[in-house]
């Protein structure tokens, strides 16, 4: 499908540029199971179904559908007979380009700048969906996503959480991925120890681990000191981004919250409760400190890292295992953002409708269009039984593991299954972590768009970030560090960026 519709403004390379991930706004249903909503009623989804039938039979068929993706299945893993899959199921040729993670804002950039953008594509709902949103690159999809039926059969935490001045512009691929706190805990059990509750016992148990545990060389491990969802147990409430408290964006590194948090964790880096290389770890470096045993708690992924954690550890260490610890009651943990399908703001609106019911309809119907983007094709990505039970197979990149996913994970699916029990069910280890999570885990809302933000973010990142690591390794005061941030951040245009977005 070609794009015809002129955009008002063309988004420039300097122009879209990435956010800051943002504060936290209200809390997961904890009635929904883990990871996946359960909003609706039967008569829900039999009327949903009902909907989107008719819906197809009134809207015109495209010849082809251009979509871009960069995660999920790698090329060789049968990339090719699934998009000839979509083109059987639907009679839509799609015309699937798969680019680098690494670059892939910056080559959609590029693409919107020279018109050639794909029909379908993904965006961040934190820190790109208003921007996009705002430069009139992305459909609005208000009305076709409640006349589908969709809306009806997702949380409306959701919905708000991927909503701009209150419209839907994208879809949710799945449940956002978050992180919990690991704990070895086969050495509370060799200290006699209880899992901790609160920030005095979680405290004793990182200096029983360092005294106490011959091969404990790291406490706790952690990729930088800036992430509040990776140190949940020292920010608490605090978090050093821009954040929506009481009804207004604020900078979070300037809210008072923040003393008490560079306080806690400079006393424990001192401490030697905190890893000493934590500036400069990479995530990777961090796993590799858990495997070997040397680490006592690595706050990470939930869900199938649980799972890789605990294998993983266990390869080296038999007798070894872990814990995914309730937040303690100080603090509680953060999602990752969303990530939703869009359409391109560039089609016309017959177009727009066209697009969304032959690919976001067929991809979140719950039924056979779903299961293709979350459980494969058939006897390439899983094996269909004769009472339409569908099992993983290994993968073709990677022999000894089994798909976990497709283009998303059966058990973060925001639209239910109308038959979950016949798609991949996780493992115990993916479904206790991702209860966990669940049980305080917060989702991120939409940050607004602000020209001035968008022209200083770059620089009051690096300002933030080095700001933190001198106040944690006791370089500089909490008091001192703080000030000298306000002072850059205010010098920078953080109070017009703030009036900006609270407009």
């Not at 409640?146 to 059969?153: A, F, M, T, V």
């Not at 016949?422 to 206790?432: A, F, G, L, S, Y």
């Not at 602000?450 to 001198?470: C, F, G, P």
Request: proline share 4%.
């Amino acid at each position: 499908m070609k794009t015809r519709k002129a955009l008002s403004i063309l988004l420039s390379a300097g122009m879209v540029l990435s956010l800051c991930s943002c504060g936290t706004s209200k809390t997961a249903d904890a009635n929904a199971t883990a990871g996946t909503p359960t909003t609706s009623e039967a008569k829900t989804e039999e009327k949903a179904a009902v909907t989107k039938e008719a819906e197809k039979e009134e809207v015109a068929k495209p010849a082809s559908i251009s979509w871009w993706t960069h995660s999920g299945l790698n090329e060789e893993d049968y990339v090719k007979e699934w998009d000839a899959k979509y083109e059987e199921m639907t009679g839509v040729k799609l015309e699937h380009t798969q680019v680098s993670n690494n670059e892939y804002y910056e080559l959609l950039e590029i693409a919107f700048a020279s018109g050639t953008e794909p029909n379908v594509f993904d965006l961040s709902a934190d820190t790109k969906l208003a921007y996009y949103a705002s430069q009139g690159g992305i459909a609005d999809l208000t009305d076709l996503v409640k006349e589908s039926g969709i809306y009806d059969l997702v949380s409306p935490d959701i919905w708000e959480s991927v909503s701009v001045e209150g419209r839907i512009y994208g879809i949710p691929a799945e449940m956002p991925s978050g992180a919990i706190t690991y704990v070895r805990a086969d050495w509370l059990k060799q200290l006699n120890m209880e899992v901790p509750k609160n920030y005095d016992e979680f405290l004793a148990m990182l200096r029983a681990f360092k005294n106490d545990i011959p091969e404990c060389k790291v406490p706790l491990t952690v990729p930088g000191f800036k992430s509040s969802q990776n140190l949940p147990e020292f920010f608490w409430e605090a978090t050093p981004d821009i954040t929506y408290v009481d009804g207004k964006w604020v900078d979070g590194m300037a809210e008072e919250n923040m003393a008490g948090a560079m306080q806690r964790l400079q006393d424990a880096y001192a401490e030697g409760l905190i890893d000493l290389e934590a500036v400069t770890n990479t995530t990777s470096a961090c796993r590799d400190k858990w495997y070997a045993g040397e680490v006592g708690v690595f706050n990470y992924w939930a869900g199938k890292w649980g799972n890789t954690l605990q294998n993983r550890l266990q390869e080296n260490f038999p007798d070894a295992s872990l814990v995914g610890i309730d937040a303690i009651e100080e603090t509680y943990y953060r999602y990752a953002g969303f990530n939703a399908y869009c359409i391109s703001g560039r089609l016309s609106e017959e177009e727009v409708k066209q697009v969304f019911t032959y690919f976001l309809n067929f991809a979140f119907d719950g039924a056979e269009g779903q299961r293709l983007f979350y459980c494969g094709v058939d006897g390439c990505h899983c094996d269909v039984a004769a009472d339409g039970t569908i099992t993983y197979r290994n993968m073709r990149s990677n022999a000894e593991n089994t798909f976990q996913s497709v283009w998303g994970t059966p058990w973060l699916a925001v639209v239910p299954f109308t038959e979950p029990d016949k798609v991949p069910q996780p493992e115990e280890m993916v479904t206790i972590t991702l209860a966990t999570l669940q049980k305080t885990g917060t989702y991120k809302p939409t940050m607004p768009v602000s020209q001035t933000y968008n022209m200083i973010v770059s620089d009051l990142i690096a300002i933030r970030d080095e700001t933190i690591a001198q106040i944690v390794m006791g370089k500089v005061s909490v008091q001192d560090g703080l000030e000298s941030y306000k002072k850059q951040a205010q010098s920078l245009g953080m109070e017009q960026a703030l009036a900006e977005m609270n407009q």
